[in-house]
Structure formats: C-alpha cells, structure tokens
C-alpha cells in the first residue's frame, strides 16, 4: 500500500507511463496477464526435474510430446518468449514487399512482420472495432475483405494469414470455428497457410463452448485440438494460456518451414532442443498446458473476469462488449470525451486510476498503435485502457476493489485533463515513452 503523495512521485518519476512504475510501488497489478499467473504445485515440482544438458534435455521432449497431443502440431521449436517465435517465423516466411492479412494488429507480431519486410493489413471484422457492439464473436475474419486482398496482390504476395484466437487488441475476442473453417476453405483454395497465434487458444474455446451451436457439450481439450487442426502452425507465447512466468513455442506442420525454423533459433535464441530456455521452464511449460485445457480452470478464469466487467458496467463505466477473455479494457474515449486522442485518453486514464489506488493497468490505443512505415501516426478506432487479469493470482475482493477505484476517477473524470509525449523510442514506443501533463 502507498499514499497518494508517493504514487503521485512515482508517476512522474516514470514519466505517467505504467510501464516504467517499479513493481514495489504497485498495489494490485493488472498491467498484464503474461508471465504473471501463478504456477501450480504441479507446475513447481515439475521445475525440480529440470534436465539442463545443452542438447536433447528430457523436458524438451517431454514438452514436444505434449503440443503434438494437446495442439496437434507436428514439429516444435522452444522460444525464449511469444516474439522470439514471432522473429524466426517472420524470417523464414516472409519476404520484402509480401502483405500479412490477420484479424487485428498485435504490437510485436505486426513489428516482426515489418522488420521482415512485408506489410500488415487488417482483415477483422468492423464490429471489432466497436466497443459496443455486442456480436459474440468479434475475432472473425470479414472474408470479403480477406478475399479481395488476395485478388489485389495474388496469392504469391501472401505468405501466410495470421489467425489469432482471443484477439488480444479488440479485448479479447474470440474467433467462432465456422468463421476459422470458411478462412480455412478459402486459403486451401488459394494455397495459402494460416498461422495462429495461438497464446490464448483456451480462452478462445471457452467462448466457443459457451456460444457457439454443437459446441456446449464438447470440451476445452477438444475444442482446442479442433482449432488448431484449422491452421498450419503457431506461435505462442507460453506466459499467458500455459501458465508459466516465461516461455515460448514455434509449431509447425510443414517439414521444410520447420527444418528452416530449426536452423535460424540457433542463431537467435539457443539450440533447438532449448531455444533461450532452461529445462525447468520446458518442463513447467508442458505441465502448464495440460493445466490450460481444464475445463474447470478456464470457467473460474474467465468468471473472475465477467465478475470484474460487470462490476464496472453496473457502475456505468464504458467498457469493451462482450467483456473478453483476459481482462477488462475501459474504453477512453468515452470515459474521457473531452480529451483528444492526441492529447492520450487512455495513457491519462491508467496514470488516473494508478493514483487512486495503486492500481497499475495498461494503455492500449494511440501510442500502441506506434506509427506507420512512413512516420505518421497510427489513428486506431480502440482507444482503451486494459485492466488484464493473471491467472490464479487475485480473489473476487481485489476485483470488488479495481471496480470501486475506477468508479472513483470515473466520478472526477471531467477535471482531468490530457497529456504530451516528451520523450518516444523508436520500436514499440509504450513499453518506455514518456509524458508531461498538459
Ligand atoms: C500482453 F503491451 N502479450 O498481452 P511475448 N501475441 C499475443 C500476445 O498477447 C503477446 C505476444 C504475441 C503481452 C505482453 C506484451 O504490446 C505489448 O511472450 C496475442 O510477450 O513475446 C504478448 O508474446 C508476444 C505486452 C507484449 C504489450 C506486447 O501483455
């Protein structure tokens, strides 16, 4: 716990960026879901069979066995973390002048996908970009837009199509399995692949379970499994879904993407049978995603989340509809209509709640979006604050408390006023921009 006076030091001391907040000073942490969950008894007694041999470690193959029953994907690489999975794919698959369709950006992905030369072009459909609209399944792919790209530029220009389950950036939207299947038919009609980013793809089958026709009876496990025989390879970042406090995976099912995969980790993140990971974190990554796939876990995940959002929508605070699957994101502009997107809605919306109570949450809109290859500014239609929830970490308490903070600055929402950047890196500049008061 900290007074107003010491969080008031600590936001200036990190330019209002919650990123740059020392953890110490932070009271309940909703910044990310990612790395931040608690490992299980199980999880840590697999931490005590680490195999740290420098090649062919028991937890790497322990770990390999388990993505191909659980996920079904036929090769695996091991990746520090999500990006470095990211890094290698972007390489092997893309080259200068290809274009990227996915449905919605996500920070490191669209920036690996640049920094490989092509171009990220989004295919989400419009409901995506509505707080309010409350269609269930705000992740699919609008197929009209997605074929008439392909038409523009022709197939060759297409490396692959990246299908993420749990759209991180629209609020944690789930993609439907009808809408996966009819991508599925028109790139096999094409010859394009589909990559997933698969880092929360148990997420996404709860809402499937829960939403969609055929599917009420069946089980995570199986949903999951399903999802995945859609798509052609993956990327995960293990942090979130698998519960583990780092790493990662490439998968794949094409020989020759993995055999070119498996030679360039070792130029980026260590020997395959490790990639930049020690065997422990293998062995905690292949019992976290059994973990993952419990039906029992995901349901009081997520129902901790629909707790927090209907908390907040009781208190009429505008939040993004359906509530998603790993948090709350607040929507900015709406709760701050007198500040420009210019002047940060949401970076002065989280540096707002954060001086109320200490809790830290994550800006998700203008200065995420970054900007574009020519130097201007990206305008995204979300402009939002996420209050993300780690897994088995909180109780139903806390989230009472996150609701009633932010009610409060919802309460003083017209005294407070915008900001400025004075200070902006040149990659993925919110992790370390700062900013003054206006
Ligand atoms: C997060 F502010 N997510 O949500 P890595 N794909 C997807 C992710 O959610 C993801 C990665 C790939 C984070 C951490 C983070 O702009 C940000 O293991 C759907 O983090 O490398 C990560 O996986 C990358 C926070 C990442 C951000 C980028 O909090």
Redesign the pocket.
């Known amino acids: 716990m900290t007074t107003v006076a010491q969080r008031k030091k600590a936001l200036q001391q990190a330019g209002y960026n919650t990123f740059l907040l020392k953890s110490e000073d932070v009271y309940i942490d909703l910044?990310?879901?990612?790395?931040t969950s608690a490992m299980s008894d199980r999880q840590w007694a697999g931490m005590m069979l680490g195999d740290e041999a420098y090649a062919g470690s028991a937890n790497f193959y322990h770990l390999e066995q388990v993505v191909r029953d659980i996920y079904g994907y036929k090769h695996m690489i091991p990746t520090h973390?999500?990006?470095?999975a990211?890094n290698i794919l972007s390489k092997v698959l893309i080259k200068k002048g290809d274009i990227i369709p996915g449905n919605m950006y996500?920070?490191?992905?669209r920036l690996h996908q640049e920094l490989a030369g092509g171009r990220f072009e989004d295919i989400i459909i419009n409901e995506a970009h509505d707080p309010e609209n409350e269609f269930p399944f705000k992740g699919n792919v609008n197929l009209e837009k997605l074929e008439a790209l392909i038409k523009k530029h022709g197939a060759k220009k297409i490396p692959y199509v990246s299908i993420?389950t749990?759209v991180?950036m629209a609020g944690g939207q789930p993609i439907s399995m009808k809408n996966l299947k009819d991508v599925r038919a028109l790139t096999n009609k094409y010859g394009i692949r589909i990559i997933h980013?698969m880092?929360?793809v148990a997420e996404n089958a709860y809402f499937i379970q829960q939403r969609e026709k055929g599917y009420d009876k069946k089980s995570i496990a199986s949903i999951v499994k399903e999802i995945c025989s859609y798509t052609d390879g993956a990327?995960m970042?293990a942090?979130?879904d698998a519960l583990v406090n780092i790493g990662?995976f490439l998968a794949v099912n094409d020989w020759d993407v993995f055999e070119e995969a498996r030679n360039m980790v070792v130029i980026y993140e260590g020997l395959h049978t490790y990639g930049g990971l020690a065997g422990r974190d293998m062995e905690a990554m292949a019992i976290g995603i059994g973990e993952s796939v419990n039906d029992d876990h995901i349901k009081a995940r997520i129902g901790q989340v629909i707790y927090l959002g209907e908390k907040m929508i009781e208190y009429e605070i505008p939040i993004v509809k359906p509530i998603g699957g790993?948090g709350i994101f607040v929507d900015a502009k709406k709760f701050l209509p007198h500040i420009p997107q210019d002047a940060f809605p949401a970076q002065t919306l989280a540096a707002e709640v954060y001086l109320d109570s200490g809790i830290r949450t994550?800006e998700?809109g203008i200065v995420?979006a970054g900007r574009k290859a020519n130097g201007e500014n990206y305008y995204p239609k979300l402009e939002l604050v996420r209050f993300?929830i780690p897994r088995r970490v909180y109780t139903q308490a806390h989230m009472d408390v996150i609701a009633e903070s932010t009610q409060r600055v919802f309460e003083k929402r017209d005294r407070i006023k915008g900001m400025e950047m004075v200070y902006e890196p040149k990659y993925?500049r919110?992790?370390q921009a700062k900013f003054r008061k206006l």
């Open positions: 910044l990310t879901d990612s790395g973390q999500g990006r470095g990211e996500f920070t490191t992905t993420a749990s991180n980013d880092t929360r990327t970042s942090k979130k990662g790993h994550m998700r995420s993300t993925l919110f992790f």
